[in-house]
T-cell receptor, first 113, second 113 residues
Framework: GAGVSQTPSNKVTEKGKYVELRCDPI?????LYWYRQSLGQGPEFLIY????????DSGLPNDRFFAVRPEGSVSTLKIQRTERGDSAVYLC???????????FGPGTRLLVL | AQSVTQPDIHITVSEGASLELRCNYS??????LFWYVQSPGQGLQLLLK??????LVQGIKGFEAEFKRSQSSFNLRKPSVHWSDAAEYFC???????????FGTGTRLLVSP
């Protein structure tokens, strides 16, 4: 079966622009997670969805970051007024339910010029 | 605060030699423990996990890890390293009842001929 997919694989944008990053979880997985991995670091948690609702958004760094999962499947991470410090690899993961193993996608590499 | 320490940033091992990657965690209670591997341009792949029970856990690709409660450690081992094992390895924990993975900073494994 298909794994977690993320699009685009790479995104280059200019400072101040708006970007959207998409995640398609494994079919049937109710839990979805976003992480951010900066160069030389481990991934850092951003937000967790159970179904359509954001159950934990404690990792979002500020109000420029927002994520949705309107139908409980595909999720979009939205970043407004991008800054150079937002450059990182954004990873999405899904799991069959809460407290279960998370399976990661290949990530979207975001570069803000 | 919860934290995961991987004290070795880089490790070089000769092909065919044994490998041990260190991981220590700081938590109030025993968390769930994971090892992931990340190859260049690839997503994170789960090698193994520990939730409870037998403290020696077998994973994929010939890896194993041992949970030692007294040392708050979960070290990853492999008896004979192959060149294809060269990658970045991440230890991660999740607190029972919570969803977000907390990752260490990773150890980059280099395999010499």
């Amino acid at each position: 079966g298909a794994g977690v997919s993320q699009t685009p694989s790479n995104k280059v944008t200019e400072k101040g622009k708006y970007v959207e990053l998409r995640c398609d979880p494994i079919s049937g997985h109710t839990a979805l997670y976003w992480y951010r991995q900066s160069l030389g670091q481990g991934p850092e948690f951003l937000i967790y969805f159970q179904g359509t609702g954001a159950a934990d958004d404690s990792g979002l760094p500020n109000d420029r970051f927002f994520a949705v999962r309107p139908e409980g499947s595909v999720s979009t991470l939205k970043i407004q007024r991008t800054e150079r410090g937002d450059s990182a690899v954004y990873l999405c993961a899904s799991s069959p339910g809460a407290q279960e193993t998370q399976y990661f996608g290949p990530g979207t590499r975001l570069l803000v010029l | 605060a919860q934290s995961v320490t991987q004290p070795d940033i880089h490790i070089t091992v000769s092909e065919g030699a044994s490998l041990e990657l260190r991981c220590n965690y700081s938590y109030g209670a025993t968390p769930y423990l994971f090892w992931y591997v990340q190859s260049p341009g690839q997503g994170l792949q789960l090698l193994l996990k520990y939730f409870s029970g037998d403290t020696l856990v077998q994973g994929i690709k010939g890896f194993e890890a041992e949970f030692k409660r007294s040392q708050s450690s979960f070290n990853l081992r492999k008896p004979s390293v192959h060149w294809s094992d060269a990658a970045e390895y991440f230890c991660a924990v999740v607190r029972p009842g919570f969803q977000k993975l907390v990752f260490g900073t990773g150890t980059r494994l280099l395999v010499s001929p």
